[in-house]
């Protein structure tokens, strides 16, 4: 069955990095547009990045441009998301999924999510 494990999460103070992992199983990795999502306490879920399934093609929300990056390594079946110059604002859980298109960046074009991984930078 489809698997996404996300991890790389931790508590950080404002300006420090962070990778976040997904490791995917269950399907052809290769074959999908991977992105990933953040939800903070009382707030939507929000797009944060997805990445084309050879990795050519990356978007990002409007508020992540500049300091994150998405990259995805295919041979690993991994998706990664690398978070510089953290704010307290990018506190939440981080989700990845797998994309139904290669243009989503709503969570309903998305059908598989994994658990989370929290990201907390206080302020």
């Known amino acids: 069955q489809v698997q996404l494990v996300e991890s790389g999460g931790g508590l950080v103070q404002a300006g420090d990095s962070l990778r976040l992992s997904c490791a995917a199983s269950g399907f052809t990795f290769s074959s999908y547009t991977m992105g990933w999502f953040r939800q903070a306490p009382g707030k939507q879920r929000e797009f944060v990045a997805r990445?084309?399934?050879?990795?050519?093609?990356?978007y990002y929300g409007a508020s992540m441009k500049g300091r994150f990056t998405i990259s995805r390594d295919n041979a690993k079946n991994t998706v990664y998301l690398q978070m510089n110059s953290l704010k307290p604002e990018d506190t939440a859980v981080y989700y990845c999924?797998?994309?139904?298109?290669?243009?989503?960046?709503?969570?309903?074009?998305?059908?598989?999510w994994g658990q989370g991984t929290q990201v907390a930078v206080p302020s």
């Open positions: 990445i084309s399934w050879r990795g050519g093609s990356q």
């Open positions: 999924a797998r994309s139904l298109n290669e243009w989503g960046s709503s969570p309903r074009e998305y059908d598989y």
